[in-house]
């Protein structure tokens, strides 16, 4: 069902640099966006199908455990919101709702984009999330007398389709669109080394590369490429006591920067994705954890 803040929240405004397609224009311009609540709402309603399996090859290689799951979800009556350029679009190729929230001035031109939330069509998202887990005692390889325990993981998910069809509209697709913070690919490798009280932990962290905007050409942007991005997080631990533990962690280890990202707010331009990439660059942080009965 939807949440009071989708029913009823008030109008917060914002400015968006769109073209205005429903009457032809090729030119960029700012304009107004208000979003809105909708008390005209009803629950979504959704089917989910999920298939996936498991193998332990023990006989082959014992601690391995690999995993694999499938789905598909279906949304009708989806709750969503579009951008203002998305509902130009939307309204250009025919979709009545759409526009209906355009505001213009006297002389036909933008003066105000309403950003009200709506159920949409159906919203369709497809993909797999993958599991691998690995451990294993090193002095049973026999490598020079090492000892100690490791143990690997890796989770990643694929995002093969996030489709949303708004009511007489053009399907919106956005798995691999980074203004939507849906990269096709997502995943993070983990490795832990203890010995005795001693314990190293490294992770690396993916996400993958995409478009910045499914629905503009690289030449509308000046480029509609973003690679692939990786951080490095490593932490180590040592148990002072059964019950105290020392740490050590650095997170972003290389300090990589976000990458630059086309976007624009009222106070000027936002260099990058919050959401999706690490803005703060290279932390420390030091620690003591205590456990008690």
């Not at 939807?2 to 090729?26: I, Y």
């Not at 933008?110 to 709506?118: G, M, N, Q, S, T």
């Not at 325990?149 to 989770?155: G, K, Y």
């Not at 480029?223 to 631990?237: E, S």
């Amino acid at each position: 069902a939807p949440n009071l803040g989708e029913l009823f929240k008030g109008s917060s405004q914002g400015t968006s640099a769109v073209t205005d397609t429903p009457r032809g224009s090729t030119s960029i311009e700012n304009v107004l966006t208000g979003s809105v609540g909708n008390s005209g709402l009803v629950p979504e309603s959704s089917n989910t199908w999920t298939v996936g399996g498991v193998i332990t090859p023990d006989s082959l290689l014992p601690g391995l455990s690999f995993s694999v799951d499938y789905y598909s979800i279906s949304i009708t009556k989806a709750i969503s919101t579009l951008t203002a350029q998305q509902e130009l679009d939307q309204c250009a190729a025919g979709a009545q709702q759409e526009c209906s929230f355009i505001q213009r001035n006297g002389s036909g031109g933008l003066a105000r984009v309403l950003l009200p939330y709506f159920n949409a069509a159906s919203r369709l998202t497809k993909g797999e999330d993958i599991e691998i887990d690995y451990t294993t005692n090193l002095a049973d390889w026999n490598w020079g007398g090492l000892d100690g325990t490791l143990t690997t993981r890796l989770i990643a998910n694929h995002l093969d389709r996030f489709e949303t069809n708004v009511l007489s509209g053009v399907p919106l697709e956005f798995a691999g669109s980074l203004n939507n913070n849906t990269p096709a690919w997502k995943w993070v490798l983990q490795a832990n080394y203890s010995l005795d009280a001693l314990s190293v932990f490294v992770q690396e962290r993916f996400i993958g590369g995409g478009k910045y905007d499914r629905s503009k050409s690289a030449a509308q942007l000046g480029g509609n490429q973003q690679g692939g991005v990786y951080y490095t997080d490593a932490t180590l631990r040592y148990d002072v006591t059964d019950e105290t533990q020392a740490y050590f962690t650095i997170n972003n280890l290389f300090d990589r920067d976000p990458p630059g990202y086309p976007s624009t707010l009222i106070s000027g331009p936002n260099f990058s994705n919050r959401t999706l990439y690490d803005m703060i660059g290279r932390t420390f942080t030091v620690g003591v954890r205590f456990r008690t009965d």
